[in-house]
C-alpha cells in the first residue's frame, strides 16, 4: 500500500487521511491552512519547499491572557491609537518558505501591513491595524498556518530566552561514547592473535565479539542522536533541491556506520566505530567553537553601546544640557528640537506635537498629539521644539534597529557575500564528485582503504572556514569602527566604502564646525520682543547655522511658538501672537538685493519687514587641508554648499587646486550631482551633516553624517562619523578596503587547507577521526587570522 504524505507538513496520514483539491492532508488542521494559502493566491509557498509547513496544533483558549491590555502593552514594542507593533519568537521558522509565507501575513489578512522575519533570530516584527485585528488573533493567525510564537513572562521584560543546550547535551553523549569506544577498541590496535598461540591475552580474544557489540552499542545514541542534526539538515537541504554542507557530512557518518555495522556481523573485522565516534564528537566540538565564537563577536560587535545620539535635557534649574542618550533616566525632562529623533517613550509635555512615526512603522503619515499624550522612541518631531517627560531609561539596540528597519534597506548586498554563497553551493558538488572518483579508484587497486578515502574526502573538504571569512572580518571591523566614533549601519556598508572611488563634501557643519563659529549683527536693531522671538525660533532649528547663532544670542525667556515650519536648503519661521519672523537666506525672507556674495549670511525679516542679517566668519574643522590632500591622490572630489562664494577664495587656500567648488547648490541639485556621476560608473561617498543632504545622503553609494552632538538621525545615512574624528576619514576608508583584501585573503587560505586536505585524504593517507580534527581546526584558523588582523589595522587608527 502506497505511503501518503500530509501536502502541507509531510507527516504520513495514518491513521486519519483528509482529502481535499486532490491532495492529502495529515489532519484538518493542515487542510484549513491549504485552504487559507489558497484562497489568498499564497499556494506559491508549496513550491517554494515542498511539504515546507508545521502541522498546526489545537491552541482553543491557549491566548486568552492576550485579551488582557496590561498583558498587551507589555508585549508590543510600539502602542499607538490603531496601530501596533510586536516582536515574536517563533520556533518554526527554518527555511526560505518559512521567511517568504511570514512576510506575506498581509495577503492572509489585510489588517497586517508588514511582516519583517529575522531569520538567525527566528523572530518575526508584525505591524498591524489594532482597531480591526487584536494580537490574540495575530497570534491565532501565526498558529493556524503553523507557525505559533512563544511567548512567557520573560518577554515582559526583554529578557534573553533560555540559552538552547541541546548541542552540549550532544557534545557530552558522543564525548562519552567516544572515550569508551576508544577504550574497548585497545585490543584491535595490537596485534593480539600473535599471542593467542603462545595462549596470552587469551581472554582478550575470547570477549573480542562482545567488544565489538559494545562498540556498535555506543555508537547508535553517537549516529541517531548527537549526529542526527546533520541527517535533518541534509534531509531538508535534498527535500528543496539544495546540495548543503551537511549532505557529505550526514553521508560520510552513515557510511561508516553501516560499513562498521556489515563488518561486525559478519565478522569481517571490528569496523571504524573508533573513528565513526570521535568524528561526530569533534564536529561537534568544532560546532560548539563556532556558536561560541559566534556569540563572542556579536557581544564584540555591539556597536550599539557607542551610538553617538545625544539629547538637550532640561535641568531642575531650567537649564539645557546636551546629554547622551545612554544617560537619560526616568523622569527626566527632554528638548526634542524640529527633526529630532525621540530617543525614549515619554509623555508630552509641550501643547501639541506632529511626529513622524516613518522610522517605527513605515507609514510616513505624521501623527498629531496633544499634552499628556504618549508618545514613543523612534519618532520624529516635524513642527518646532517640544519638552516630554522619560518614562524608561533608552533602549540603544531599539534605535539601532529602527536605523536598520528593511524599509529603509537599499540593495547594496557586496560581492564578496555573493562570492561566499556561490562557493558554498558549488563546494559540496565538487566534494561529492571527488570522493565518488577516489573511492572508485581505490576499491580498484586497494579495496581496504576505498572506506577510509571516501570518508575522508567527505569530512575534510568543508567550506566551514570559507563561510566564516567574511562575517567575523566585516564584524570585526564593524566594533572596531565603532570604539573609534564611525558608526555603520550594517557589515554591507565596509563592501561598499571599499570601492568607493569619488567623495563629495557639503561644506556647512561639514568641513565647517559650529563650535568656533562667530557673527555679527548688521541691519535695524531688533526690539525685545523680536530678540526673543529670534531665540525661540532658532531653538527649534538643528541646522548648524541655527544652533551656532543661537547659542551666541544672549538668553531670552522660552516662549511657545504658535506656529514653526522649517524649509530645507531655504530658512525657518516662527509666530507667537501677533508676531511673525522669518530666517533664512535673503531670498527666502524677501531681501533680493544683497552683498552676500562674499559672505556667509544669515537674513531675519520680522512681519515682513527686512531687518537684518548676521555675518558668519566661518571656521573649518582642523586638519581639513591635510584630509582633503590625502585623499585627492586616489579619489577624486568635489565641494557641493548650499551657501554662496563667500568662503571660495578660502577655500581654493585651503583645499587642493583641483578640487572643483560648487555653491547655490540646493538640496535636489546636490542629488541631482551626485547621479550624474553614477551614470559615469562613479562609486559615490557623500559626507553631509544629515539635514539638508537627506537626498544626496541617500542617493551616495555610502552616505556619512556628520555629528556633533546633534540628535539629527536620518535612515538616509549609512554611516555616522563623530565631529572630532573627521581627519580620520580616509583611514576608515583605507581600513575598508583592507578588510576586503583579509577576506580575499582567508579565501585563499581556506582553499590552500582544503587542496592540500584533500590531496592527504584521496591518496589514502589520512584517517576520518583527523580529518574531522582537522575541520574545526581550519575554521579556528580563519577566525584567528582574520581577528588578528583586523585587530591590527584596529591599532592603527586614532
Given at each position: 500500500m502506497a505511503k501518503h504524505e500530509c501536502y502541507h507538513c509531510g507527516d504520513d496520514c495514518y491513521p486519519v487521511r483528509v482529502e481535499f483539491d486532490d491532495k492529502n492532508f495529515c489532519c484538518n488542521g493542515c487542510k484549513t491552512v491549504y485552504e487559507i494559502f489558497s484562497s489568498n493566491d499564497l499556494t506559491y509557498y508549496y513550491d517554494l519547499q515542498t511539504a515546507a509547513g508545521a502541522s498546526p496544533k489545537a491552541i482553543e483558549g491557549k491566548y486568552d491572557f492576550l485579551e488582557s491590555d496590561a498583558i498587551v502593552e507589555k508585549l508590543t514594542e510600539f502602542n499607538d491609537e490603531d496601530l501596533q507593533i510586536v516582536n515574536l519568537y517563533i520556533p518554526h521558522i527554518h527555511c526560505s518558505s518559512c521567511i517568504w509565507v511570514l512576510e506575506n501575513l498581509n495577503k492572509l489578512n489585510p489588517n497586517i501591513s508588514l511582516a519583517q522575519v529575522d531569520f538567525p533570530k527566528k523572530t518575526v516584527r508584525v505591524t498591524y491595524n489594532s482597531s480591526q485585528i487584536s494580537l490574540k488573533e495575530v497570534v491565532l493567525l501565526l498558529a493556524r498556518i503553523g507557525y505559533e510564537p512563544y511567548i512567557s513572562l520573560d518577554d515582559f521584560d526583554n529578557k534573553k530566552k533560555g540559552a538552547d543546550r541541546s548541542l552540549i547535551y550532544k557534545l557530552g553523549v558522543a564525548g562519552f561514547a567516544f572515550g569508551n569506544v576508544m577504550f574497548l577498541s585497545f585490543p584491535e590496535y595490537f596485534d593480539l592473535s600473535s599471542n593467542h598461540a603462545s595462549g596470552g591475552e587469551y581472554w582478550l580474544n575470547q570477549y573480542e565479539s562482545v567488544f565489538r557489540w559494545l562498540m556498535f552499542a555506543f555508537s547508535i545514541p553517537v549516529v541517531f542522536y548527537a549526529g542526527s542534526g546533520y541527517f535533518i539538515a541534509a534531509y531538508k537541504g535534498?527535500?528543496?533541491?539544495?546540495?548543503?554542507?551537511?549532505?557529505?557530512?550526514?553521508?560520510?557518518?552513515?557510511?561508516?556506520?553501516?560499513?562498521?555495522?556489515?563488518?561486525?556481523?559478519?565478522?569481517?573485522?571490528?569496523?571504524?566505530?573508533?573513528?565513526?565516534?570521535?568524528?561526530?564528537?569533534?564536529?561537534?566540538?568544532?560546532?560548539?567553537?563556532?556558536?561560541?565564537?559566534?556569540?563572542?563577536?556579536?557581544?564584540?560587535?555591539?556597536?550599539?553601546?557607542?551610538?553617538p545620539i545625544a539629547v538637550t535635557r532640561i535641568t531642575s534649574e531650567g537649564k539645557e544640557k546636551t546629554t547622551q542618550v545612554n544617560e537619560i533616566k526616568q523622569g527626566d525632562r527632554l528638548l526634542i528640537r524640529n527633526e529630532e529623533l525621540i530617543p525614549v517613550d515619554g509623555i508630552l509635555m509641550s501643547d501639541s506635537a506632529r511626529i513622524d512615526y516613518s522610522f517605527v512603522t513605515g507609514e510616513s503619515e505624521p501623527v498629531r498629539k496633544r499634552s499628556g499624550d504618549k508618545v514613543f522612541a523612534g519618532g520624529k518631531q516635524l513642527q518646532g521644539a517640544i519638552e516630554m517627560e522619560a518614562l524608561k531609561s533608552v533602549s540603544q539596540s531599539y534605535l539601532t534597529q529602527l536605523w536598520s528597519n528593511s524599509v529603509f534597506q537599499t540593495d547594496k548586498a557586496g560581492k564578496f557575500q555573493t562570492l561566499t554563497d556561490s562557493i558554498g553551493k558549488r563546494f559540496t558538488l565538487a566534494v561529492l564528485s571527488i570522493a565518488a572518483v577516489a573511492t572508485s579508484y581505490w576499491l580498484y587497486h586497494d579495496p581496504a582503504k576505498a572506506m577510509n578515502v571516501f570518508t575522508a574526502v567527505l569530512i575534510i573538504a568543508c567550506p566551514c572556514a570559507i563561510a566564516l571569512a567574511a562575517p567575523f572580518t566585516l564584524g570585526n571591523m564593524l566594533r572596531i569602527f565603532g570604539r573609534k566614533k564611525f558608526y555603520l549601519k550594517d557589515t554591507r556598508t565596509i563592501e561598499q566604502l571599499a570601492q568607493i572611488d569619488t567623495a563629495i563634501f557639503d561644506k556647512t557643519g561639514t568641513i565647517t564646525t559650529a563650535k568656533k563659529s562667530t557673527a555679527t549683527y548688521e541691519g535695524m536693531p531688533l526690539t525685545a520682543e523680536e530678540e526673543s522671538l529670534l531665540k525661540n525660533t532658532l531653538r527649534a532649528s538643528n541646522h548648524p547655522l541655527s544652533r551656532s547663532l543661537y547659542d551666541m544670542l544672549s538668553k531670552q525667556n522660552i516662549s511657545t511658538l504658535d506656529e514653526y515650519e522649517e524649509h530645507l536648503g531655504k530658512g525657518v519661521e516662527g509666530t507667537i501672537g501677533k508676531e511673525h519672523m522669518k530666517i533664512g537666506s535673503a531670498e527666502f525672507v524677501g531681501q533680493q538685493h544683497t552683498n552676500d556674495s562674499l559672505n556667509t549670511s544669515v537674513h531675519i525679516s520680522s512681519n515682513d519687514t527686512y531687518k537684518g542679517r548676521y555675518v558668519f566668519h566661518n571656521h573649518y574643522r582642523k586638519g581639513v587641508s591635510d584630509v582633503f590632500r590625502t585623499m585627492s591622490k586616489n579619489l577624486d572630489l568635489a565641494i557641493l554648499s548650499g551657501d554662496n562664494e563667500g568662503e571660495k577664495t578660502r577655500l581654493e587656500e585651503l583645499l587642493p587646486k583641483l578640487v572643483p567648488l560648487y555653491f547655490n547648490q540646493k538640496p535636489e541639485d546636490k542629488l541631482t550631482f551626485i547621479e550624474s556621476l553614477q551614470t559615469q560608473g562613479k562609486k559615490v561617498l557623500m559626507v553631509g551633516d544629515g539635514l539638508n543632504d537627506a537626498g544626496a545622503l541617500a542617493q551616495a553609494e555610502v552616505g556619512i553624517a556628520i555629528s556633533e552632538n546633534v540628535n539629527v538621525f536620518s535612515p538616509a545615512c549609512d554611516g555616522i562619523l563623530d565631529a572630532s574624528k573627521f581627519q580620520q576619514l580616509y583611514s576608515y576608508l583605507l581600513a575598508s578596503r583592507k578588510a576586503m583584501k583579509i577576506i580575499k585573503l582567508s579565501f585563499v587560505l581556506s582553499l590552500l587547507y582544503n587542496v592540500i586536505g584533500l590531496y592527504f585524504a584521496v591518496t589514502g593517507q589520512l584517517q576520518p577521526v583527523i580529518a574531522a580534527i582537522l575541520m574545526p581546526l581550519s575554521s579556528i584558523s580563519v577566525v584567528l587570522f582574520t581577528t588578528v588582523l583586523t585587530n591590527l589595522i584596529g591599532k592603527k587608527l586614532t
Open positions: 535534498l527535500r528543496a533541491h539544495l546540495l548543503n554542507i551537511d549532505v557529505p557530512i550526514a553521508l560520510g557518518i552513515l557510511v561508516l556506520f553501516l560499513r562498521s555495522t556489515v563488518e561486525i556481523i559478519f565478522d569481517w573485522g571490528p569496523g571504524f566505530f573508533d573513528s565513526l565516534t570521535g568524528l561526530v564528537f569533534f564536529l561537534l566540538l568544532g560546532k560548539f567553537f563556532q556558536q561560541k565564537t559566534y556569540s563572542f563577536l556579536s557581544f564584540e560587535r555591539d556597536y550599539k553601546s557607542y551610538f
